[in-house]
Every structure is written in structure tokens, then in C-alpha cells.
């Protein structure tokens, strides 16, 4: 089972530019290799990432094959409102992987 982490500081001023680092532990399987009987394994990559403050998409990621294995993304977003900060990945088998944590501006 992936498991998600995010870090950032949990608190901010208001307007203030906050780093925000990602990591998810994902094996990101390209469908291009194959298994030691020569059948192709099939393709399973988290393909969507997705940041949201109280709801609202404050950033968002489309991720293709070329990605490595464990993907992690770093991004900064201007702290305007305390609330929680939901990050959801998608991946190709449908399956969603979220984290939630709160943020809270002074």
C-alpha cells in the first residue's frame, strides 16, 4: 500500500510563500518491463496529484511514466487561510491515496 508524506510548516503568516514538499512510496510501474517470463507488466503509476486549501485546488500535477519510482514534488503556495490542506494521489488503477493536515495562518 502507498504511503503518502507531505512537510511544511504548520503554521504561517498571512501572504506568506510556504514551501510545501511531497513524497508518496509508489513502485510507478511504466507498462514497458517485463516479468521474468517475458510478459509485459502492466502499467500502474500515480498519474494526478492534487493540493487543496479548505477545498479549493491551490495546486495540481499530471504525472506520466517517465516519473520515478517513490515520486516526490515540491511546490510553494501563498498561505491566505487557515484550514486543513488535503493532498490526494490518483493512480491508474483508480485507486486514490490522501492526506490531510491543517495549516494554520496568523
Not at 494526478?48 to 514534488?73: D, M, Q, W, Y
Request: aromatic share 8%.
Amino acid at each position: 500500500m502507498p504511503t503518502p508524506k507531505v512537510k511544511f510548516p504548520e503554521t504561517a503568516a498571512r501572504g506568506e510563500i510556504i514551501e510545501i514538499k511531497t513524497l508518496i512510496d509508489h513502485d510507478m510501474e511504466s507498462g514497458q518491463r517485463k516479468d521474468m517470463n517475458g510478459v509485459l507488466l502492466p502499467r500502474r503509476i500515480i498519474n494526478r496529484f492534487t493540493c487543496a486549501l479548505n477545498g479549493k485546488v491551490v495546486f495540481t500535477a499530471e504525472l506520466h511514466p517517465g516519473i520515478s519510482a517513490n515520486p516526490g514534488l515540491t511546490f510553494y503556495i501563498t498561505a491566505s487561510e487557515s484550514g486543513p490542506l488535503d493532498f490526494t494521489w490518483e493512480d491508474d488503477d483508480g485507486s486514490r491515496y490522501t492526506l490531510s493536515r491543517p495549516l494554520t495562518v496568523k
